[in-house]
């Protein structure tokens, strides 16, 4: 596997990015900065942490890490189960892929301090579980888009505000241990500090985290619903390895009213999959009946980094503000699948038996480099902030895989057979050999104001793109196509403030969803749905969508908020497949194959409601319990070729239930949490599934030692969940039309309980 000397690097980076401006931070005269928070009330001290409510006019939410940290989540994934509208369709006990609203990840957008930030996913998505939660200040989840935000926002946005030079005055350490229901351990150690130093204030920690998902697995196939079972699959799917991860944050004052702010982020995740499986012929599980042995390791090396540099100073009667940001990650990924076949026909053994190896490597690099600058002043009726975003980004995809190697197996089933022979040499696979970039200036302007018990924001934001895609694996006719198209983005947010505790918010905003890259790559890949064939479309348009947003949001008591929120999206230019009417390689007389392209093609709809409570029970004399709910319906519409459905795998609804107990006089406290996510149902051309997860159960008993050491004890997955998932798999639309089966499979998976012992001390 290829390694990255990336670390290296982003060390030197940030490093220079923070010493390089000790002398400017010294020599300038220091503006008033903030007064840090103090880490005690977040780290040590018992005291039940609530929802925040943001002042924003737009419908934002925002949970400070303490919110989530009684029960020591490892990542950004296992905070966000605990939001409202966020659902995953993962393995068990996988939080990587954001699904807000339970649309697909590309619909949401994920931010790192309100930036962009490149994802290795084909849908332009980036997976959370990649950040530690302990670098993590706040998450906002962004309802609506506004004009000084990215719009590729069509389901919102979900902000990872990481800690700054302001969060904390002080340091802590956290150290603590994993045990998974196989007894392997893992550990987990962290440290911060933050204060005073080289003039401004600096932040800088580092986190390291073991992280394993030993998971089981049973598939049976039948020919069809209610039919013969075909086989049995038995599998172990053991997931492990390690994140490390460095952040840091510089302030100074510059002036009599700037700041210069300096940031970055390193994290490193090393991953061994290892799926090792056997098959039987009609779930008989002996020798006589094994049909395969199969052993797939995936061996994964995932760098993602953030540098960020801004200077903020007075000018022309406002505030001026100039960033230059970058971002990208490093996904190298090695994988081989050795499969021993047995059975293949009635001849006795070893006739016509073989073993089968398969290698893939896997490289992709993605880089952004944003540069902004934004203007902000008094406009009479309110504020007027106006700027200029520009973007190159520069993405390289190779993948190359072994030709299927085989050879007879020299000796009886049962017996662990050697790997015979070498790899053949390795080739790009269709589509694996290609870059995109992508120009994007986007100008924008934005007017808030306030009348009376009404505040209000306005904007316009215009999104020019243009992208050049140069897939190396095709014809050179079809190599290379620049592509380019621009979108105005309207939004508006009014918020009418009914009283100090009530207040009802509307808003309206055009969102984009940019094209997938393996869409607009002109590849031409075989038998890629059932046994048509799927060839990419450069031209792809985005799809754009209207959004409204009412909600209205109630303070209970001091600390107590709830909030309901309706939405609705129209969803236009649907990037669906389309069939082209050429036959497919897999075409003949008695089975029609066709050529399918994505296209835009259809409209769809999605709206739903959100609750969210999260209070003190003072009302009824409880004011050391806490209690906290949410709850989201779900749900949309959309045309294919076989009728009507939901987006694909939105689930009908999502909730979590909670409560915290604080104790005083012992100085510990208790909780528990418990998550379930709907049905979600996925079709494309050759298969449809439906997905189903039991119910999620977490506790955790916490005991505090003074103002600076707390002991934390975590229950995962108490109630030991399954994912069930049904395929129904077709070879033709004709076939998926009449359901005439080519293999009907249930499966099913689960990942065992886990605990997790923490200590932290703050000094």
């Given at each position: 596997m290829t390694r990255q000397p990336l670390t290296t690097a982003i060390a030197v980076a940030l490093a220079s990015a923070l010493v390089a401006p000790a002398a400017l931070a010294q020599a300038a005269t220091a503006a008033a900065a903030p007064s840090p928070a103090q880490l005690d009330r977040v780290e040590v001290v018992g005291e039940i942490i609530y929802r925040d409510r943001t002042e924003a006019t737009a419908p934002v939410l925002s949970y400070d890490l303490a919110y989530f940290q009684r029960f020591e989540p490892?990542?950004?994934?296992?905070?966000?189960?605990?939001?409202?509208?966020v659902t995953f369709v993962s393995d068990v006990l996988e939080y990587d892929g954001v699904r807000l609203r339970g649309l697909d990840s590309g619909y949401t957008q994920i931010l790192i301090n309100g930036k962009r930030?490149?994802?290795?996913?084909?849908?332009?998505?980036?997976?959370?579980?990649?950040?530690?939660?302990?670098?993590?200040?706040?998450?906002e989840i962004v309802r609506s888009a506004s004009a000084d935000r990215s719009g590729d926002a069509v389901a919102g946005a979900l902000n990872i505000v990481l800690r700054d030079g302001y969060s904390i005055d002080g340091g802590y350490l956290r150290a603590g241990a994993t045990r998974f229901n196989d007894d392997e351990f893992e550990p987990t150690f962290g440290a911060f500090w933050g204060g005073e130093a080289l003039g401004g204030n600096l932040l800088v920690g580092a986190n390291m985290q073991g992280r394993r998902n030993p998971k089981d697995k049973f598939s049976q196939r039948f020919d069809a619903p209610g039919g013969t079972l075909d086989n049995t699959e038995v599998q172990t799917d053991v997931r492990s390895g390690e994140d490390y991860a460095f952040n840091a944050d510089y302030r100074v004052g510059v002036g009599e009213n700037g700041e210069l702010h300096l940031s970055g982020m390193f994290v490193r995740t090393d991953r061994i999959?290892?799926?090792?499986?056997?098959?039987?012929?009609?779930?008989?599980?002996?020798?006589?009946?094994?049909?395969?042995?199969?052993?797939?390791?995936?061996?994964?090396?995932?760098?993602?980094?953030?540098?960020?540099?801004?200077?903020?100073?007075?000018?022309?009667?406002?505030e001026t503000e100039i960033r230059v940001d970058r971002a990208g990650i490093t996904d190298d990924q090695f994988e081989f699948e050795n499969e021993f076949e047995y059975l293949r026909d009635t001849n006795p053994f070893p006739?016509?038996?073989?073993?089968?190896r398969d290698v893939t490597d896997l490289l992709i690099e993605d880089n952004e480099t944003t540069a902004e600058f934004a203007h902000e002043r008094d406009a009479g009726f309110g504020k007027l902030k106006f700027g200029l975003q520009a973007t190159l980004k520069d993405r390289e995809t190779r993948i190359f895989e072994a030709t299927r190697y085989r050879v007879t197996i020299p000796n009886a089933p049962g017996i662990s057979p050697p790997i015979p022979g070498p790899t053949q040499p390795l080739a790009p696979i269709a589509g694996g050999l290609n870059t995109i970039e992508e120009t994007r200036i986007e100008p924008f302007v934005k007017l808030t104001g306030a009348a009376d018990a009404f505040e209000w924001e306005a904007g316009l934001r215009y999104e020019q793109t243009d992208t050049e895609i140069n897939d190396r694996t095709v014809a050179a006719n079809l190599a290379r196509t620049d592509t380019d198209y621009g979108f105005l983005l309207p939004s508006a947010h009014v918020r009418w403030n009914l009283d100090d505790a009530n207040r009802i918010t509307a808003s309206i905003a055009r969102t984009v969803r940019r094209p997938d890259f393996n869409a607009i790559s002109p590849a031409l890949l075989e038998a890629e749905a059932g046994d048509n064939d799927v060839v990419g479309n450069p031209l792809l348009d985005p799809e754009s969508a209207w959004g409204l947003d009412v909600g209205f949001e109630r303070r209970l008591g001091e600390r107590g908020i709830v909030g309901v929120n309706l939405?609705?999206?129209?969803?236009?230019?649907?990037?669906?497949?389309?069939?082209?009417?050429?036959?497919?390689?897999?075409?003949?007389?008695?089975?029609r194959a066709w050529i399918f392209q994505p296209r835009n093609t259809g409209d769809?709809?999605?709206?739903?409601?959100?609750?969210?409570?999260?209070?003190?029970?003072?009302?009824?004399?409880?004011?050391?319990?806490?209690?906290?709910?949410?709850?989201?319906?779900?749900?949309?519409?959309?045309?294919?070729?076989?009728?009507?459905?939901?987006?694909?795998?939105?689930?009908?609804?999502v909730y979590n239930v909670g409560f915290i107990q604080e104790l005083p006089s012992l100085e510990a406290s208790f909780g528990v949490t418990f998550r379930k996510q709907g049905d979600a149902y996925t079709r494309v051309v050759g298969e449809e599934v439906v997905t189903s997860y039991d119910?999620?159960?977490?506790?955790?008993?916490?005991?505090?030692?003074?103002?600076?050491?707390?002991?934390?004890?975590?229950?995962?997955?108490?109630l030991d969940q399954s994912k069930d998932e049904v395929f129904d798999k077709f070879n033709t639309v004709q076939e998926q039309i009449n359901r005439d089966y080519d293999e009907y499979e249930l499966e099913t998976e689960t990942g065992g309980r886990a605990l997790q012992l923490i200590?932290?001390?703050?000094?």
């Amino acid at each position: 596997m290829t390694r990255q000397p990336l670390t290296t690097a982003i060390a030197v980076a940030l490093a220079s990015a923070l010493v390089a401006p000790a002398a400017l931070a010294q020599a300038a005269t220091a503006a008033a900065a903030p007064s840090p928070a103090q880490l005690d009330r977040v780290e040590v001290v018992g005291e039940i942490i609530y929802r925040d409510r943001t002042e924003a006019t737009a419908p934002v939410l925002s949970y400070d890490l303490a919110y989530f940290q009684r029960f020591e989540p490892l990542t950004v994934g296992d905070m966000l189960k605990r939001v409202p509208s966020v659902t995953f369709v993962s393995d068990v006990l996988e939080y990587d892929g954001v699904r807000l609203r339970g649309l697909d990840s590309g619909y949401t957008q994920i931010l790192i301090n309100g930036k962009r930030v490149p994802g290795a996913g084909l849908d332009r998505s980036f997976f959370v579980d990649r950040i530690p939660a302990e670098i993590v200040e706040r998450i906002e989840i962004v309802r609506s888009a506004s004009a000084d935000r990215s719009g590729d926002a069509v389901a919102g946005a979900l902000n990872i505000v990481l800690r700054d030079g302001y969060s904390i005055d002080g340091g802590y350490l956290r150290a603590g241990a994993t045990r998974f229901n196989d007894d392997e351990f893992e550990p987990t150690f962290g440290a911060f500090w933050g204060g005073e130093a080289l003039g401004g204030n600096l932040l800088v920690g580092a986190n390291m985290q073991g992280r394993r998902n030993p998971k089981d697995k049973f598939s049976q196939r039948f020919d069809a619903p209610g039919g013969t079972l075909d086989n049995t699959e038995v599998q172990t799917d053991v997931r492990s390895g390690e994140d490390y991860a460095f952040n840091a944050d510089y302030r100074v004052g510059v002036g009599e009213n700037g700041e210069l702010h300096l940031s970055g982020m390193f994290v490193r995740t090393d991953r061994i999959q290892d799926e090792d499986s056997i098959e039987y012929r009609s779930g008989i599980a002996n020798t006589a009946n094994l049909l395969t042995i199969n052993d797939n390791d995936l061996d994964i090396q995932t760098d993602n980094y953030t540098l960020g540099a801004g200077l903020k100073w007075a000018m022309a009667g406002g505030e001026t503000e100039i960033r230059v940001d970058r971002a990208g990650i490093t996904d190298d990924q090695f994988e081989f699948e050795n499969e021993f076949e047995y059975l293949r026909d009635t001849n006795p053994f070893p006739e016509d038996d073989r073993f089968t190896r398969d290698v893939t490597d896997l490289l992709i690099e993605d880089n952004e480099t944003t540069a902004e600058f934004a203007h902000e002043r008094d406009a009479g009726f309110g504020k007027l902030k106006f700027g200029l975003q520009a973007t190159l980004k520069d993405r390289e995809t190779r993948i190359f895989e072994a030709t299927r190697y085989r050879v007879t197996i020299p000796n009886a089933p049962g017996i662990s057979p050697p790997i015979p022979g070498p790899t053949q040499p390795l080739a790009p696979i269709a589509g694996g050999l290609n870059t995109i970039e992508e120009t994007r200036i986007e100008p924008f302007v934005k007017l808030t104001g306030a009348a009376d018990a009404f505040e209000w924001e306005a904007g316009l934001r215009y999104e020019q793109t243009d992208t050049e895609i140069n897939d190396r694996t095709v014809a050179a006719n079809l190599a290379r196509t620049d592509t380019d198209y621009g979108f105005l983005l309207p939004s508006a947010h009014v918020r009418w403030n009914l009283d100090d505790a009530n207040r009802i918010t509307a808003s309206i905003a055009r969102t984009v969803r940019r094209p997938d890259f393996n869409a607009i790559s002109p590849a031409l890949l075989e038998a890629e749905a059932g046994d048509n064939d799927v060839v990419g479309n450069p031209l792809l348009d985005p799809e754009s969508a209207w959004g409204l947003d009412v909600g209205f949001e109630r303070r209970l008591g001091e600390r107590g908020i709830v909030g309901v929120n309706l939405f609705y999206r129209d969803i236009t230019d649907l990037v669906e497949l389309a069939n082209t009417g050429l036959p497919g390689s897999e075409d003949d007389a008695s089975n029609r194959a066709w050529i399918f392209q994505p296209r835009n093609t259809g409209d769809g709809q999605v709206w739903g409601a959100e609750l969210d409570l999260s209070t003190p029970l003072s009302l009824i004399g409880l004011d050391n319990t806490g209690v906290f709910v949410n709850y989201s319906w779900l749900d949309s519409e959309i045309e294919d070729d076989f009728g009507t459905r939901r987006f694909n795998n939105q689930s009908n609804y999502v909730y979590n239930v909670g409560f915290i107990q604080e104790l005083p006089s012992l100085e510990a406290s208790f909780g528990v949490t418990f998550r379930k996510q709907g049905d979600a149902y996925t079709r494309v051309v050759g298969e449809e599934v439906v997905t189903s997860y039991d119910g999620d159960l977490e506790a955790f008993i916490e005991k505090r030692f003074g103002k600076s050491w707390a002991v934390r004890l975590t229950g995962i997955n108490l109630l030991d969940q399954s994912k069930d998932e049904v395929f129904d798999k077709f070879n033709t639309v004709q076939e998926q039309i009449n359901r005439d089966y080519d293999e009907y499979e249930l499966e099913t998976e689960t990942g065992g309980r886990a605990l997790q012992l923490i200590v932290r001390y703050q000094f």
